[in-house]
């Protein structure tokens, strides 16, 4: 998942965001980086058997799901993704 995460944050780079979501794409590039620490470190806890790894791993992709959801709110109100996130 953690290359899936970083190839996607690489392809994204060439993309030009319209102003009206800047905040909305500075959060998305925040909450993929987070993510992908979140797997590489869980993946080492599991490689290497360290329980606080892991666990650590497991709190950065719950961090990077929660800056997911903040960044859909900085969306426009006109134009936020569909499905809307939970």
Avoid: C
């Avoid at 994204?12 to 794409?25: E, F, H, K, N």
Wanted: proline share 5%.
């Amino acid at each position: 998942m953690a290359r899936a995460l970083r190839k996607f944050t690489s392809d994204l780079q060439g993309v030009i965001t319209p102003s009206r979501y800047a905040a909305a794409d500075a959060e998305i590039k925040t909450a993929l980086a987070a993510l992908i620490s979140g797997y590489e470190r869980r993946n080492e806890g599991i490689a290497h058997n360290v329980d606080a790894d892991f666990v650590a791993g497991n709190d950065m992709l719950k961090q990077g799901t929660a800056l997911l959801r903040t960044a859909y709110g900085k969306f426009p109100a006109d134009a936020r993704p569909m499905p809307a996130v939970g």
